[in-house]
């Protein structure tokens, strides 16, 4: 008797302690996402007229991520990776006919997958989505029915809801008005403001994720902080209006690089820093077809829609002070799909065995320069994998430009190869040289396609009537 109950005092004493060492050990985790930066947009990633201080500062005291990349080059597909940790052909939230999720779709992200923020609230994370969510619009699609306690966002792109009497075609982008767009704003399942005033909208995410990080100070917190921004059309508030050499898109990023400056003293001033990990990335390239509204990818090739890497290797920084060494350039291989499985794991959380989670955990790599657990990358545009990387080789199984124009797509039989490391722009084919690593890719692609059962496209729904 006495045995027993000493047994179960130990076995409560150790459980407790366990739940306090996890409590102690599991940091803050931040995400900010942006819409349709490109890899060269930053000064840190070498823009020579954008000025991004505060991106820099971070990077200087974090890690900055030269070959990490978005699961899509398009919106929805790569939203639903970031949340899922799995490729979107695996959710169903990707489509051969519609890129993305549109006002009039009535599908959304599936209730059977687990989000980010569903399985850190399993942890005791209190969860908040402030910005743009594009994962369904509908109630049960929407943040607060996806693991978050709260949302504050416009649910979908900027350029959606465009009304009847804004100029037609992209005259409406060159001078943009808040009224051509008749997007909403939310709290929670609530329109707050229809318009949304997007000149006001970086500033009020920001605002917004500081109250929330002061609210929850003294719990365990996430914060998903998808920025509207720079996806066109294009705004800026008055205090940003005609500060930077490179005119309308410089003020977007640069009011963009102010609000992650915001995030972070809040952060330093709480004393937090040392417990938060945040990640800086985007969902997909520049959307080049849109002129000087769109970003630039630098060196890569293409841009936006496009499996060339210009279309899904994004300018992505990590810092978390004290356990990321200051002023790491990491060229290891990373996805956001890995942000997924490296937060549930700094969390404590097991992930489920039964379902195929497409992320890596990379805390090692980030602490210690270790190597990344990740040694390829799929390109998939729509349900059709494109190009897969392995190591640093890149095979292109099919190649399309952007989306706009007479834009054929080729296919390639045998694939064309390019050594990113060697040739990042992606300009020289040495597939003949190498047809082992062809087949290498190959195989690997075989492999893969083995473990995919393709399920309905939700973005093909219709809203019902
Ligand atoms: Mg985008």
Known sequence: MLFRFLFSLIAVVSLSNFAFAAKAESPNIVVIFCDDLGYG??????????????????????????????????????????MTGRLPIRSGMCSDKRRVLFPNSGGGIPASEVTLAEGLKKQGYATACVGKWHLGHLPQFLPTS?????????????????????????????????????????????????????????????????????????????????????????????????KSLRGLYGDVIEEIDWSVGEVLQTLRDLKLDDNTIVWFTSDNGPWLTFNDHGGTAGLLREGKGTTWDGGMREPSICWWPGTIPAGQVSAELGTTMDIYSTSLALAGAKLEKERIVDGYDLTESLKDKAKSPREIVYYYRG????????????????????????????????????????????????????????????????????????VPSQLEIPLPK
């Open 41 to 82: 947009d930053l000064s840190c990633f070498g823009h020579p007229t954008i000025r991004t201080p505060n991106l820099d500062q971070m990077a200087a005291e974090g890690v900055r991520l030269t070959q990490f990349y978005s699961a899509s080059p398009v919106c929805t597909p790569s939203r639903a990776a970031l």
């Open 146 to 242: 996806n693991g978050f306690d709260s949302y504050f966002g416009i649910p979908y792109s900027n350029d959606m809801d465009r009304v009847n009497d804004a100029p037609r075609g992209r005259e409406s982008f060159w001078d943009p008005k808040v009224e051509y767009w008749n997007v909403p704003l939310m709290r929670d399942l609530e329109i707050l403001e229809r318009p949304a005033d997007q000149t006001t909208i970086t500033r009020r995410y920001a605002e917004e994720a500081v109250s929330f990080i002061k609210k929850n100070k003294d719990e365990k917190f996430f914060l998903y902080l998808p920025h509207s921004l720079p996806h066109v059309p294009l705004f800026r508030s008055k205090e940003f209006e005609g």
């Open 383 to 454: 349900t059709q994998l494109m190009a897969l990387r392995k190591g640093p080789w890149k095979a292109h199984f099919a190649t399309q430009e952007s989306y706009t124009g007479n834009n054929k797509r080729i296919e390639h039989d045998p694939p064309v190869l390019y050594n990113l490391e060697v040739d990042p722009s992606e300009k020289w084919d040495v597939a003949e040289q190498h047809p082992e690593v062809i087949a290498e890719i190959k195989a690997a692609a075989d492999a893969h396609k083995e473990t995919v059962v393709v």
